[in-house]
């Protein structure tokens, strides 16, 4: 892979992994507007771990927090932190779930560009009257009960579908049980530390069963480039959420599904 092909590719992954605008959708996109071949599985691995280092940095309070409630757990002791180290397990379930009956459907069938035009226009769309019932929500994570835990952790698993956005649907459902903006984009990517791991863990499974593990320079580019604007992506969303809205990120998604489409329409890429 030249440098250039390493460069894009990583930041893609980094900066979309976790805005509500749907990194499985550019990552589909990228080769077919720029021709380039598929990265591969040691490439997938890669920007995987350089964004779940990303989130880990960043919220490095709340992953002790997280840690400590896990170790409470396993000391059978029940408190605020292994409460909110559970209801992380439990919403990730349905992903979990969804990924492995689905996972052949998705891979085939769910990657058209159609499919990607509609659900980021229209998940867009629910993003937006998501965000404007939530001008005045006051709903903090700790304030979380178990069915909300369980409705996100449904929200999530639809993201399994390219162009619905992971953090965009399960931002958009902590919105509708009451959430504050920032503490719907906090739960959001907490909830995808374990969802990136399992990710990651598996593209490194088919890895191994290649046989070509080897460590090599790009790839370790493509982490370290996927980490740092992961990171910088998160950072200026955290900061924009604390003085302004998810309508941007709206904006953008709508635009984006208008952009394919008119190329659809002009028979620049496939539908």
């Known amino acids: 892979m030249d440098i250039l092909q390493i460069f894009v590719l990583a930041v893609v992954q980094g900066i979309t992994e976790f805005l509500p605008i749907s990194s499985s959708a550019h990552l589909i996109l990228v080769p077919v507007l720029t021709g380039w071949p598929d990265q591969g599985l040691l490439m997938d691995v890669a920007v995987h771990v350089g964004t779940l280092l990303a989130v880990i940095t960043y919220f490095h309070r709340d992953v002790l927090y997280l840690v400590r409630g896990g170790f409470q757990v396993l000391g059978l002791k029940y408190g605020s932190e292994a409460r909110l180290a559970l209801q992380i397990v439990v919403a990730t379930i349905p992903v979990v779930i969804a990924g492995f009956l689905m996972k052949d459907l998705i891979a085939t069938q ?5 499919l990607i035009i509609g659900t980021t226009a229209g998940f867009g769309l ?28 449904l929200a999530q698993a639809l993201a399994l579908v390219p162009g619905v956005s992971r953090s965009g649907i399960t931002i958009t459902a902590a919105l509708f049980l009451g959430l504050r903006r920032t503490e719907a984009a906090r739960f959001s990517l907490l909830l995808s530390i374990p969802t990136t791991l399992a990710a990651g863990t598996l593209a490194g499974l088919e890895l191994a069963d290649t046989g070509d593990v080897a460590l090599q320079l790009d790839a370790v580019l493509a982490g370290f480039l996927a980490f740092v604007s992961a ?10 959420l604390k003085q302004a809205s998810f309508m941007p990120f709206v904006v953008y998604r709508l635009l984006l599904a208008a952009f394919l489409a008119l190329l659809v329409i002009l028979g620049l890429i496939g539908g």
């Open 110 to 114: 769910l990657r058209s560009t159609t």
């Open 126 to 153: 629910l993003l937006a009257l998501a965000d404007w019932r939530a001008q005045k929500a006051e709903g903090t994570m700790p304030g979380l009960g178990w069915r909300e835990v369980v409705i996100i952790g």
């Open 231 to 240: 990171l910088a992506a998160i950072a200026a969303m955290m900061a924009w």
